[in-house]
């Protein structure tokens, strides 16, 4: 167990929907990173945030969206979603802002029919 | 820039048989450089990481892996495979600021009996 923890653990949704993952650090760790994977693209850095505000953006759609609250816990915003934006969604968490381990969530496996 | 490349998206071996999986880095800042593994319908978990200290590093599952800066490679060793190290299996790099992540595209490790 990482200590990272995602909800939920499985989404189904349609095309054109909106839907929000949620991730809680582990404690004491500041930075928040999200992650698509993919059969297709492999695992793709999405986008950080170092505690509250926005650090690092990697191949991040107009359409997702994130934030990371007070309490640290991070939301990614997924919207208006199509066929290929079915895939597992990881959170991980790490230290600080400078290089340290990033510890994964189990992740959220999304499936847009 | 930083990416790495793992040469073999697909490797199998015989139970108690060397395990060795390939990781070519590219980076223009020192850099760091992990190995993780991701059982079936699991997140990632990190196996082993090398932040300039010793170039040999030792990692959890008896894997180890050894930085070598003139062939830029970073490859994963373990002298005996046994069944429950059937995984993929990724190598990142991250620069100094430790803002992003860069996987490999994984390589599926199979083992068998």
């Known amino acids: 167990d990482s200590g990272v923890t995602q909800t939920p653990k499985h989404l189904i949704t349609a095309t054109g929907q909106r839907v929000t993952l949620r991730c809680s650090p582990r404690s004491g760790d500041l930075s928040v990173y999200w992650y698509q994977q993919s059969l297709d693209q492999g695992l793709q850095f999405l986008i950080q945030?170092?505690?509250?505000?926005?650090?690092a953006k990697g191949n991040i759609l107009e359409r997702f969206s994130a934030q990371q609250f007070p309490d640290l816990h991070s939301e990614l915003n997924l919207s208006s979603l199509e066929l290929g934006d079915s895939a597992l969604y990881f959170c991980a968490s790490s230290e600080d802002r400078a290089l340290t381990t990033q510890y994964f969530g189990p992740g959220t496996r999304l499936l847009v029919l | 820039a930083q990416s790495v490349t793992q040469l073999g998206s697909h490797v199998s071996v015989s139970e108690g048989a060397l395990v060795l999986l390939r990781c070519n880095y590219s980076?223009?800042?020192?850099?760091?450089l992990f190995w993780y593994v991701q059982y079936p319908n699991q997140g990632l978990q990190l196996l082993l990481k090398y932040t300039s200290a010793a170039t040999l590093v030792k990692g959890i599952n008896g894997f180890e892996a050894e930085f070598k800066k003139s062939e830029t490679s970073f490859h994963l060793t373990k002298p005996s495979a046994h069944m429950r190290d059937a995984a993929e299996y990724f190598c990142a790099v991250s620069g100094n600021t430790g803002n992003q992540f860069y996987f490999g595209t994984g390589t599926s490790l199979t083992v068998i009996p």
């Open positions: 945030y170092y505690n509250g505000e926005e650090r």
């Open positions: 980076s223009s800042v020192p850099p760091y």
